[in-house]
């Protein structure tokens, strides 16, 4: 497995949940990474990415200022710290390793993708 999420699971409104998402060194360094997530019934969105210094960051504007994206080079891993949590925020969260050094919204700028972590939000 070369991307492993982790850390969904049930919230309820307003609450946090924070994901992990850990990678093999050969497809983590250097490159730019992302999240994207998969409500039922809809089609997979962007939702931030972050260049591979951690130096630029992206977010949809459905998550921009409650949700913020870092990583780890060290580790390995990237994160997701998801904060004042809503329903509509249900759904299966992606991670992905870019092609290039810098994240992008465009999911065909990833070529490796992990198998997802859910994250269900409670009204």
């Known amino acids: 497995v070369q991307l492993q999420a982790s850390g969904g699971g049930l919230v309820q409104t307003g609450g946090s949940l924070r994901l992990s998402c850990v990678a093999s060194?050969?497809?983590?360094?250097?490159?730019?990474m992302g999240w994207f997530r998969q409500a039922p019934g809809k089609e997979r969105e962007f939702v931030s990415a972050?260049?591979?210094?951690?130096?630029?960051?992206v977010f949809a504007d459905s998550v921009k200022g409650r949700f913020t994206i870092s990583r780890d080079n060290a580790k390995n891993t990237m994160y997701l710290q998801m904060n004042s949590l809503e329903p509509e925020d249900t759904a299966i969260y992606y991670c992905?390793?870019?092609?290039?050094?810098?994240?992008?919204?465009?999911?065909?700028?990833?070529?490796?993708w992990g198998q997802g972590t859910l994250v269900t939000v409670s009204s």
């Open positions: 992905a390793a870019g092609r290039g050094s810098y994240g992008s919204r465009d999911a065909y700028n990833y070529n490796y």
């Open positions: 060194r050969r497809i983590f360094s250097n490159n730019g």
């Open positions: 972050i260049s591979w210094n951690g130096g630029s960051t």
